[in-house]
């Protein structure tokens, strides 16, 4: 009986120790779970600040500002907030609407001016009995140093000087947002503008000596020259094309060897060419054009300056994460010590006056795009010598977010 008693004892004690290591587990999971109001405070204006930021990087519209409005109006606290640019009412969340016309004449005096104002009850006079409007903060909204419209915060009572504050920063904030929105679209007219020095620079060096050698074809093989002129036609087409900055790999090689058939033509067996391409690459999304140059050069250089026959190699392999793309010759190469000079003078290397200047933007073209969309992880990397050839090797991620082929 004494046996049993203890036993018993020793499995209620055991439950005992296991419900209370239990309880203390729930309760230390309980107050991981549970944020302070600090971080919770902090957590709701981080992510009422990314709300509004969104429409706020596509620019000042009518459209971008009615999404962004009413979260910029949980940030100040306002019972009604408007946006404005330098001429209109965009947009006018909660309280304030038949005060629309005097919050719009004090949003152009601030932009006029550049300054902030608070107006009081007695400025904003109205017919509306019990109108709960009795005062409003105006702060301009400046982006790359310039005002570009003005942020309203309506008030039920004489604006506090935490009203006022709140406003003043909520306005500084969505001018640096706007002023990311305008660094983007001068970076994308700065890529189309690129894109159309690399389309004018194919004109004066390629197109006179591909019709050179069409023509030479006409008389002695005309199947031959109609071939050539059909590939022609079609290189032309997708060099010049005026939609999207980026394309696929698949589609900058098939122009690639439109290009290489032509020159095959006027070099004959002096020029000889390597393909080694992965499948799994050929969908990569790459910037326009980016191809183009380097095998330009690699024939140029590679060729035109060397006796005999020349190789051009091009090279696109599978890395994780990644495409890396060769494209090398075994050409006169160039001096290593102009590679401190940067792409631009890298390209000119070795040159002789009679080649095509634009054959030097070319490559540092290519290098400021990839440098520009990517990242500076996933500039041109050049290897040379003097007699050794060129090498250029190009890394581009498989997916990268806004970078897409046709955009």
């Known amino acids: 009986m004494g ?24 309760r230390l999971r309980a107050r991981r779970g549970i944020a302070t109001a600090t971080q919770r405070a902090t957590y709701e204006v981080l992510h009422t600040a990314g709300l509004a930021a969104e429409p706020l990087r596509g620019g000042l519209s009518e459209a971008g500002a009615a999404k962004a409005v009413r979260h910029l109006r949980a940030l100040v606290g306002a019972p009604g907030m408007a946006l404005t640019d330098r001429e209109a009412l965009l947009v006018l969340d909660g309280r304030g609407g038949h005060h629309g016309d005097q919050l719009l004449a004090a949003a152009r005096r ?6 902030s104002t608070v107006l009081r009850e007695s400025e904003l006079d109205c017919d509306v009995v019990d109108c709960p409007v009795r005062g409003a903060v105006v702060a301009p909204l400046s982006a790359e140093g310039r005002v570009v419209g003005a942020l309203v915060a ?7 000087p935490g009203l006022v504050q709140a406003t003043l920063e ?22 189309r503008a690129e894109v159309r020095a690399l ?12 019709l050179t050698a069409i023509g030479s074809f006409v008389r002695t093989d005309p199947d031959r020259a109609r071939e050539l002129l059909l590939e022609f036609a079609e290189f032309t087409r997708y060099s010049f094309r005026s939609h999207g900055e980026f ?33 799994e690459v050929l969908s990569v999304t790459l910037p326009f054009l980016c191809l183009q140059p380097l095998v330009e050069n690699a024939v140029r250089h590679g060729l035109s300056r060397k006796p005999g026959t020349g190789m051009v ?8 994460a990644e495409c890396h793309i060769t494209v090398e010759d075994d050409g006169v190469g160039m001096d290593p010590t102009t590679l401190t000079a940067g792409i631009a003078e890298l390209a000119g290397a070795g040159s002789d006056p009679a080649d095509d200047p634009g054959q030097h933007v070319g490559l540092s073209n290519v290098d400021e795009r990839l440098r520009s969309v990517f990242g500076d992880r996933f500039g041109l990397v050049v290897e040379t010598g003097l007699g050794s050839g060129t090498k250029v ?11 897409r082929a046709g955009s």
């Open 3 to 26: 046996g049993n008693l203890s036993a018993v004892l020793g499995v209620v004690s055991l439950v005992t120790a296991l419900a209370a290591a239990l309880f203390a587990v729930l």
């Open 110 to 115: 601030a932009v006029g001016t550049g300054r």
């Open 154 to 160: 309506v008030a039920d009572e004489h604006p506090a």
């Open 170 to 191: 909520t306005a500084h904030w969505a001018g640096d947002q706007l002023a990311l929105a305008e660094l983007d679209s001068s970076r994308e007219r700065l890529a």
């Open 199 to 210: 389309r004018a620079q194919i004109s004066p060096h390629f197109i006179y000596n591909a």
């Open 247 to 279: 394309t696929t790999l698949a589609e900058e090689l098939r122009s690639i060897d439109r290009y290489l058939t032509i020159e095959r033509a006027r070099f004959g067996d002096r020029l000889q060419v390597r393909l080694q391409i992965a499948p």
């Open 313 to 320: 190699s091009i090279e696109a392999r599978d890395a994780g």
């Open 393 to 403: 090797n190009m890394r581009v991620p498989k997916f990268h977010p806004g970078v």
